[in-house]
């Protein structure tokens, strides 16, 4: 993508282009760090009418942490939203992990760990694994328990990548080797 080609341009893309000038604007500006952009790429994933412009918005804000108060609240009404697909609520999930993983605790972390460990219970394996991805990128020592049961017991694959259980052992050697949060 066009370096010259103003961030405006990019969030516009993002919103109404198609599925690859989506994909494009969202990595061109997270090429950029463009931090700029967060309450706009917020929006897109609030209230964006094209579902793949609302995932990538997601996914942006993942790459775009650390978050603040608008991006951080926007991931947790989607992560909540019954309304949104697994794909956009895995997506924010994923983000959500990201935009808390340089926390070592406090009230915003908390309040994460408050909303990513109970979807270890999820039946859905694409919420399941980005919770467990989540949780293992926060390094979240109140998840480990669980993370050890889903290491031993669930055999299911993500996507063809690998499986719940493979993913849940490598959170818990992250938490293991720097463990954060209460």
Not at 48 to 72: F, I, K, N, Q
Not at 88 to 113: C, F, P
Not at 156 to 181: M, S, V, W
Request: a negative charge.
């Amino acid at each position: 993508m066009d370096d010259e080609l103003p961030s405006a341009d990019l969030v516009r893309r993002l919103a109404t282009g198609s599925q690859l000038e989506c994909i494009e604007a969202a990595k061109e500006l997270a090429r950029r760090k463009e931090r700029t952009v967060l309450s706009e790429v917020t929006n897109i994933l609030q209230r964006g009418e094209y579902g793949h412009g609302r995932e990538m918005a997601a996914w942006l804000l993942g790459e775009l942490s650390p978050g603040t108060a608008l991006t951080l609240d926007a991931l947790h009404a989607t992560i909540i939203d019954p309304a949104a697909t697994e794909s956009l609520r895995g997506q924010a999930i994923e983000s959500l992990g990201n935009q808390v993983s340089h926390l070592k605790g406090g009230d915003v972390y908390e309040r994460a760990a408050d909303v990513l460990i109970p979807l270890l219970q999820h039946p859905s394996v694409e919420i399941l694994y980005n919770a467990v991805f989540a949780l293992g990128t926060m390094r979240c020592r109140r998840a480990r328990p669980e993370l050890v049961r889903l290491a031993a017991q669930d055999r299911r694959t993500y996507k063809g990548l690998e499986t719940i259980g493979q993913n849940a052992q490598f959170a818990i050697e992250c938490i293991d080797y720097e463990p954060h949060g209460r």
